[in-house]
């Protein structure tokens, strides 16, 4: 059973940087296409960021070239990197593992199998 946990939210002002960080463990994570989602208060479970198992990268455009995405292979974790933080960019930031290495669609919800508890964003302005 894949386990992945989310740490490195936290309370940031605006312009800020925070760095989050998933865990996985079960099995390694490698070879896995993995993303990053948020969910603000009233909203649905929004698209952030997402790597394939050899480093492709795709963003959504309202974090791109503010977010980078980035595995730490022998730590089986994959980080966000979140720097120019904006009051939007507040939400529960989810980690997702998918069973294929890369995704044709990798903003789809559904085409990942295993997700994190989550970890609170909150950007004061």
């Known amino acids: 059973q894949v386990q992945l946990v989310e740490s490195g939210g936290g309370l940031v002002q605006a312009g800020g940087s925070l760095r989050l960080s998933c865990a996985g463990s079960?099995?390694?994570?490698?070879?896995?296409?993995m993303g990053w989602f948020r969910q603000a208060p009233g909203r649905g479970r929004e698209f952030v960021a997402a790597?394939?198992?050899?480093?492709?990268?795709t963003y959504a455009d309202s974090v791109k070239d503010r977010f980078t995405i980035a595995r730490d292979n022998p730590k089986n974790t994959v980080h966000l990197q979140m720097n120019s933080l904006k009051p939007e960019d507040t939400a529960v930031y989810y980690c997702?593992?998918?069973?294929?290495?890369?995704?044709?669609?990798?903003?789809?919800?559904?085409?990942?199998?295993?997700w994190g508890q989550g970890a609170q964003v909150t950007v004061s302005s």
């Open positions: 079960g099995r390694t994570l490698n070879g896995n296409a």
């Open positions: 790597l394939t198992w050899n480093g492709g990268s």
């Open positions: 997702a593992a998918s069973l294929y290495a890369n995704l044709a669609r990798p903003w789809r919800t559904q085409d990942y199998n295993y």
